[in-house]
């Protein structure tokens, strides 16, 4: 009944727990894994109804203003989190994994996978000698080639 009660309180609760908690980490034979450093980061936002009901009960939104919300922020990590290291730590993305699927459905092994992805990226993601290029390029199309003065 308890639980039912809860339920009609609450309109939002949403959780994030850094990528290096212990959540949905095992330890095995005692060995802890390199993602579990045991982080204390989270945020937590939590919103409540507000009717005459919900007010008798919760001493917040008995006050004036009543305040429907609860956010938690615990943003002190216990690791570095802008270091290009952690980058190796992150999961790889549904899509990426979906795409990678389909070259091996499509019969290319990892090593072709891996080559024709990264073909695709430097079409999005062109090399810096490219962009100085197309720079250069664009300079010559907009004010004319070096060597000439302006008129």
């Known amino acids: 009944m308890l639980k039912k009660i809860i339920l009609n309180i609450v ?18 034979n005692g060995v802890i894994s390199k993602r579990n450093t045991v982080c204390q980061a989270l ?10 009901d919900t007010r008798k009960n919760d001493s917040f939104l008995k006050k004036d203003p009543p305040l429907c919300a609860l956010v938690q922020l615990k943003l002190n990590h216990n690791h570095p989190i802008n270091s290009c290291g952690e980058v190796r730590h992150l999961r790889v993305s549904d899509e990426t994994r979906n795409t990678f699927l389909a070259y091996f459905d499509d019969g ?3 090593s072709e996978a891996l080559h024709t992805h990264e073909s695709k990226l430097m079409l999005l993601n062109p090399t810096k000698r490219q962009v100085y290029y197309i720079h250069y390029e664009w300079r010559k199309d907009n004010y004319g080639p070096i060597h000439e003065p302006l008129p």
């Open 11 to 28: 309109i939002v609760h949403k959780y994030w727990l850094c990528q290096h908690a212990s959540k949905n980490k095992t330890n095995k």
């Open 43 to 52: 945020i937590n936002i939590l919103k409540k109804k507000n009717n005459k």
């Open 108 to 110: 290319l092994t990892a």
